[in-house]
T-cell receptor, first 117, second 112 residues
Framework: NAGVMQNPRHLVRRRGQEARLRCSPM?????VYWYRQLPEEGLKFMVY????????ESGMPKERFSAEFPKEGPSILRIQQVVRGDSAAYFC???????????????FGPGTRLTVL | DQQVKQNSPSLSVQEGRISILNCDYT??????FLWYKKYPAEGPTFLIS?????DKNEDGRFTVFLNKSAKHLSLHIVPSQPGDSAVYFC???????????FGTGTRLKVLA
């Protein structure tokens, strides 16, 4: 009964390289959310995906960042041409959908800590 | 525009005493509130929630209070234990939507 899985847990990239972060949601969950936590800040929503669809990417920078959640396999957050300011912890969460009665509990993975040198 | 605010970045409490963590929000459309607990190098884990139709929800040592008129909620932990030392995030959401808005977190340290 695995929870949300993220890999890698730690990722080091040099400026200009690409970073790929993977997230496998909990079994039975078809909704995935990505959040970013900068040092000394809270969790900031980036993107919400359902299988094969991006529902809301309003929190994601327009350039260099992209996300996908294919029919098969994990969700991927891709950051191209990374810069030092991309250094952060990136968390993925999943849920089975919009909860009844307003409940919409999201289950978080352990995060990927990205360091850009 | 920070819609959910946790104005105390840190809090230290003696073991056995009460810990009170506070959270303020500005968006009156929020009707469901959650507290998450986060240990270092781990993801946030759900702790307790409250719907806007209630003003109190209790689960063991944890109680969340909601004051809608003041747009304020608080998390009470009593008695506090060293294992409660973590960062606590409050989050708010509008029913039927999916976008949590998180506060910046309060780091609680429970001293043995």
């Amino acid at each position: 009964n695995a929870g949300v899985m993220q890999n890698p847990r730690h990722l080091v990239r040099r400026r200009g390289q690409e970073a790929r972060l993977r997230c496998s949601p909990m079994k039975g969950h078809s909704h995935v959310y990505w959040y970013r936590q900068l040092p000394e800040e809270g969790l900031k929503f980036m993107v919400y995906l359902q299988k094969e669809n991006i529902i809301d990417e309003s929190g994601m920078p327009k350039e260099r960042f992209s996300a996908e959640f294919p029919k098969e396999g994990p969700s991927i957050l891709r950051i191209q041409q990374v810069v030092r300011g991309d250094s952060a912890a990136y968390f993925c969460a999943s849920s089975p959908g919009l909860g009844t009665g307003g409940r919409n509990e999201q289950f978080f993975g352990p995060g990927t800590r990205l360091t850009v040198l | 525009d920070q819609q959910v605010k946790q104005n105390s970045p840190s809090l230290s409490v003696q073991e056995g005493r009460i810990s009170i963590l506070n959270c303020d929000y500005t968006n009156s459309m929020f009707d469901y509130f959650l507290w998450y607990k986060k240990y270092p190098a781990e993801g946030p884990t759900f702790l307790i929630s409250i719907s806007s139709i209630k003003d109190k929800n209790e689960d063991g040592r944890f109680t969340v209070f909601l004051n809608k008129s003041a747009k304020h909620l608080s998390l009470h932990i009593v008695p506090s234990q060293p294992g409660d030392s973590a960062v606590y995030f409050c989050a708010a959401i509008t029913s039927g939507t999916y976008k949590y808005i998180f506060g910046t977190g309060t780091r609680l340290k429970v001293l043995a």
